[in-house]
């Protein structure tokens, strides 16, 4: 099981820190976390990812945003910066036993999404 946290509204330009943490799940450090997020009325897309040896992919946010894990704590954390309205989204975290990848579909466990919304 996946759980996020740390979602909220902010203002442009700020920052928020999610965390998804695994319970459960004696074998995290050999998962492939990944962040998605869905805006509304738009389809889910891959934000960031980080495999089993720290390895991180980014997708929908190249620049702002930054992934990192801690196995000691089960915890995948998103660091967003300089955050933008068209960030607005419910984030949702998924995790696979394989390497990180773009598409939604193969990833097997998924947490039940956190709003975040970027407004001034």
């Known amino acids: 099981q996946l759980v996020e946290s740390g979602g909220g509204l902010v203002q442009p330009g700020e920052s928020l820190k999610l965390s998804c943490t695994a319970s459960?799940?004696?074998?995290?450090?050999?998962?492939?976390i990944a962040w998605f997020r869905q805006a509304p009325g738009k389809q889910r897309e891959a934000v960031s990812c980080i495999n089993s040896v720290d390895s991180a992919s980014h997708y929908a946010v190249k620049d702002r945003f930054t992934i990192s894990r801690d196995n000691a704590q089960n915890t995948v954390y998103l660091q967003m910066d300089n955050l933008k309205p068209e960030d607005t989204a419910v984030y949702y975290c998924?995790?696979?036993?394989?390497?990180?990848?773009?598409?939604?579909?193969?990833?097997?466990?998924w947490g039940q999404g956190i709003q975040v919304i970027v407004s001034s």
């Open positions: 998924a995790g696979r036993e394989w390497g990180c990848v773009e598409s939604s579909d193969v990833f097997s466990t």
């Open positions: 459960g799940a004696g074998t995290f450090r050999f998962w492939s």
